[in-house]
């Protein structure tokens, strides 16, 4: 039995879902405190489902962050919005991100329909409020409250962190009873060498433009740690969908993948606490995206 001074520890699964680009990665990482998921101003740069571990010494929070729900194109995009709704089954609480400013629309309306029946509490988390006055963002949570019934709305800003801390008080209020499914200094569950992978994906993602981010997969071909030097080394492939891409990441004289390879060791050296030895090597494979062979080779398959 316990009391509110010896409150029980609790746990449970909150999955962050909502349209692209609405902070969802960044909202994570703000609240891990450190880099797991990456982030650029592009829509659709999450892929898979990513799992980050909040502590605290009376709770263990899981939060899945997932690509940004849209209408999908092709297997690639299938694969994306299965991983975010899939994200939603058999969790605690759902946290539903929306940027700051924005009117419930299409887009919202077919998410309300698809957690509607999960009878799962969904918290409404109106990020990006700095770019907001306040009457504005009241009025904005009028609208939101008007279409879909929410067990709390939250402001916050994801990129300065106001209004994180009222959050995890929120979301840790929701949670049931229950132990700590990872140990206290784990915060997520990926391997190293996949989040290598989408370190130099967000580079990429970041460095070009048009369309070229989205016929991009990166796959580590070799990661091998080298304690007695205090390195890693790491042998990564770009694989794209056309020659013009691939001169594009090369660049004019190397300068463009050179560029790319600088700025990932430096996050990946941040994460692993070691020296870095980065190689990339770029390679065409037309219409990859669409090959169940290479989706399955660069983890975008279910299968």
Not at 14 to 30: E, F, I
Request: include cysteine; hydrophobic fraction near 40%; charged fraction near 20%.
């Amino acid at each position: 039995m316990t009391d509110d001074l010896n409150p029980p520890f609790v746990s449970g699964f909150v999955a962050l879902v909502g349209r692209p680009n609405v902070g969802k990665s960044t909202l994570l990482n703000q609240i891990l405190g450190q880099k797991i998921a990456i982030t650029s101003n592009k829509p659709q740069t999450t892929r898979n489902r990513i799992l980050g571990i909040h502590n605290t010494s009376q709770a263990q929070v899981l939060f899945l962050d997932t690509p940004g729900i849209h209408r999908p194109q092709g297997k690639l995009n299938r694969f994306m919005v299965d991983q975010a709704v899939g994200a939603c089954s058999d969790v605690d609480l759902i946290l539903l991100l929306v940027e700051a400013g924005t009117r419930p629309g299409p887009a919202d309306e077919s998410i309300f329909g698809l957690l509607t029946p999960l009878n799962t509490p969904v918290f409404l988390i109106i990020n990006k409020i700095d770019q907001i006055a306040p009457p504005l963002l009241l009025e904005q949570i009028r609208q939101f409250s008007n279409a879909f019934e929410f067990a709390q709305i939250i402001p916050l800003s994801a990129i300065s962190g106001d209004g994180v801390p009222e959050l995890l008080q929120a979301v840790t209020g929701m949670l049931p009873p229950g132990p700590p499914y990872y140990p206290e200094d784990q915060v997520t569950d990926l391997p190293e060498r996949f989040i290598a992978a989408e370190m130099i994906r967000e580079k990429i993602m970041r460095q070009t433009s048009d369309e070229i981010p989205y016929g991009v997969g990166v796959k580590v071909e070799q990661f091998e740690e080298k304690p007695e030097k205090n390195l890693v080394v790491i042998q990564a492939t770009i694989h794209v969908e056309r020659d013009s891409h691939k001169k594009i990441i090369v660049g004019k004289g190397g300068q463009m993948i050179k560029r790319l390879g600088q700025q990932a060791r430096q996050d990946i050296e941040r994460l692993l606490g070691v020296r870095v030895f980065l190689e990339l090597f770029v390679r065409v494979d037309k219409n990859w995206s669409q090959s169940e062979r290479m989706l399955r080779e660069l983890g975008y398959s279910n299968r």
